[in-house]
């Protein structure tokens, strides 16, 4: 699923290419997609798009009249840009196609679950709905982090990646967070002692920044494509690389596997030493550990 560094490198690509510009036909391919009845996807059409705007991992195309149209591309959704007008979606994976005065933006979605989403809404208080309500590490200050990091008694992975507590971090960037701040995915919140906190909320808000600011100078004018948005990036320290050295230590890292997700650390850095026990560890966690960021975000984020 794309994230916090992900989402921001989309609004860097999409604003000179959308913001001021007239969006003149919405073509919805998937019938899966649109969860939202009134206002219509025709009520966008011929609108120009004054903003864009991130709440959580959507994106958000603001209109005039509070009018929003809303995208949560969830795991497999990714966006592709033509040049050309009038450009179709391709083939089996389209979803959407949105064609501006200069050009096409397209949604597609290489899964067959077909779980990306498109409201659109009106007013305000209907796109706050749309908010879980997690903080953004990058604009909070060690105290609200902390005091947010307390709240509830679960794993430090759990509570990273759960959108109630804070915003835009998932399964790939939480691994590299807890990597930085030499602490184990599954030590429980209120253990933490403060350096732990401090620890934690610096290796955040670095981690998140730095590969913000990296995706951004990588790309430049460019627009990403659906290969480009991944969680699966060759200088990640420990994401993926699960049997590789670690670039700190040179110890293998080892993975936490649990229905669809799969936690990557190093046992050296962040677990004395300790190689975490895969499948009892999985049953002792039970409901802490989510069966996957995905569904952990839907059963707590907006319904559909």
């Not at 994230?3 to 899966?32: C, N």
């Not at 706050?128 to 430090?156: R, S, W, Y």
């Amino acid at each position: 699923m794309p994230e916090l560094p992900d989402i921001q490198l989309y609004l860097h690509a999409l604003r000179p290419r959308v913001v001021g510009k007239t969006l003149q036909r919405a073509r919805i391919v998937s019938p899966f997609l649109l969860r939202t009845f009134e206002p219509s996807i025709e009520a966008v059409e011929g609108q120009t798009v004054r903003e864009l705007r991130r709440v959580g991992k959507r994106i958000v195309f603001c209109f005039d009249d509070e009018l929003f149209l809303v995208v949560h591309l969830m795991i497999a959704g990714r966006f592709r840009w033509s040049d050309k007008a009038g450009t179709k979606p391709p083939g089996k994976i389209g979803l959407a196609s949105f064609e501006f005065d200069a050009g096409t933006l397209m949604l597609v979605e290489s899964s067959p679950k077909k779980r990306a989403s498109l409201h659109v809404l009106r007013g305000m208080s209907a796109l706050a709905a749309m908010d879980p309500g997690g903080l953004n590490v990058l604009e909070i200050d060690l105290a609200t982090f902390a005091k947010q990091v307390h709240l509830e008694n679960h794993t430090i992975k759990r509570t990273l990646t759960d959108p109630r507590f804070f915003d835009g971090i998932g399964n790939a960037y939480s691994d590299e967070i807890l990597h930085a701040a030499q602490l184990s995915p599954v030590k429980l919140t209120q253990r933490l002692d403060y350096p732990e906190i401090e620890r934690l909320y610096n290796a955040t808000r670095s981690t998140l920044s730095t590969w913000t600011q990296r995706l951004i100078a990588e790309f430049g004018d460019r627009f990403p494509g659906p290969g480009d948005v991944t969680a699966f990036r060759p200088d990640f320290a420990v994401h993926g690389k699960f049997g590789k050295p670690c670039p700190v230590c040179g110890t293998l890292v080892q993975r936490i596997r649990f229905a669809e997700n799969e936690t990557n650390y190093c046992p050296r850095c962040q677990t004395d030493g300790k190689v975490l026990a895969d499948r009892s560890l999985s049953r002792l966690l039970k409901d802490d550990w989510p069966r996957s960021i995905d569904e952990w975000e839907e059963r707590n984020s907006v319904p559909k």
